[in-house]
């Protein structure tokens, strides 16, 4: 790999001053005094080196999904979610709280902010099969519920693009929570994970439910045999049976699995409403998400995805649309620094060769702004120093943030520019 001046690189340290000279490129923030005098420094290598046998072939499975999506948008074969599921963007059930006003002259109280949490059900196999984001609004009245397909495709760090609900098998519920958080480009408060028995004694404060079942489930035997699982309309549903109703899958696309999510809390939440002794106390955190959806007006929203087909190894695939995201996540979470300004796209590559290293370097800039989208092994694992990389002198101010984010390392121009990110970290031995 071949390396810029050190002493020039030593002026791009934290807090050091600026490189001055020419700006060939044109296209420099400070003006023409802007030194581009670096050597080309090619993309490291990722390196297989230390990794098992079971990391290896998630990488290799992560390639290949990479390539799929990519061969989808050439193709045009992309589904918008409008057209697939019932559940859209604010069809959620809508439940009105008394209005209340403050006395004139009367300052508002502070309302402090509950966080949001991930709910997620665990399958046999342990993976996410549901996963919903309950999302109080900023008032601590009312908020947003959002429905995440689990085979929507997201970045896991260290283990590339994989079903977000995957995530969960492959690092627990940690690795899904940070899986979200990076998808989303919003720290989440907690993650509550329940397997059916878990989600049984849930629900079960609140007792049998009546759930209007969207339309039909079907499934059919190695014979050809098709057996109703639920018919179309109002069901009894008793807190054992919540489980098989979520993951239950049915002849239709995970898509239209989420309506029957929609239908199951929309009867959870108002019965909770009227009957707030029901929600549950453990954990606190969740207990304080769902009181505070109760105790105004709540809706639905399902996360705005595209269909990339479905594969015989991970099922149903889709794709985030980011522009829908990214208006999605403004509205839910408001105010919020990932939310409201331009994410920059981030590689992480481990230069130290240490566990769970790019991991711990994502939790740190994640809630910063930084949405990663690609990671792995440098070419070599001697790092000393964290090097941040950028590509052209307009994406200055973005390794600049990330260095403050990092609270270290030293900007290093390269010549090769990368379409898909805008900064590279290589993680060295002095991040702590």
Known sequence: MTLQDETVAERWDAG????????????????????????????????????????????????????????????????????????????????????????????????????PVLLAQQDGAGNAVTLAVLAPAPSGKGGTLILVPPGTMAEVVSLGLQPVGKALQLGGPSRLKATAENLFGVPLGDIATYDDNGLAALVAPAGPLTVRIPERVEQVDRRGTVNVVYDAGPRQIAPADVGPLLSTKGQGNDLTRLARHQAFFDAWLTRLKAQPSAIPAQPPTLQKALAALVAGAWQTRVLPVQSLGTTTEDGELYQVDAGELHDLV????????????????????????????????????????????????????????????????????????????????????????LDVVDVTVIVGKDFR
């Open 16 to 115: 050091g001053d600026q490189p001055r000279g020419d700006d060939p490129q044109g296209d420099d923030p400070q003006g023409d005094d802007f030194d581009l005098g670096y050597e080309s420094i090619p993309l490291p290598e990722v390196t297989r080196r230390g990794e098992s046998r079971r990391l290896r072939a998630e990488r290799r499975r992560a390639g290949r999904r990479r390539l799929a999506i990519r061969l989808g948008g050439v193709l045009g074969a992309l589904v918008l979610i409008a057209g697939l599921v019932s559940v859209r963007p604010g069809s959620g059930t809508r439940h009105k709280a008394p209005a209340q006003g403050t006395a004139a002259g009367t300052a508002n109280p502070v309302v402090a902010v509950v966080a």
């Open 330 to 417: 403004v509205s839910t979470f408001p105010g919020r620094p990932a939310a409201t300004s331009s994410r920059i796209r981030m590689q992480i590559l481990n230069g130290t060769g240490a566990v769970g290293l790019a991991q711990q370097v994502a939790d740190r800039l994640v809630p910063a702004g930084v949405e990663v989208k690609l990671t792995g092994n440098a070419g070599r694992l001697d790092y000393a120093q964290t090097e941040i990389v950028f590509y052209r002198p307009s994406e200055q101010a973005a390794a600049q943030r990330v260095q403050k984010a990092l609270g270290l390392g030293k900007l290093v121009l390269s010549r090769n520019p």
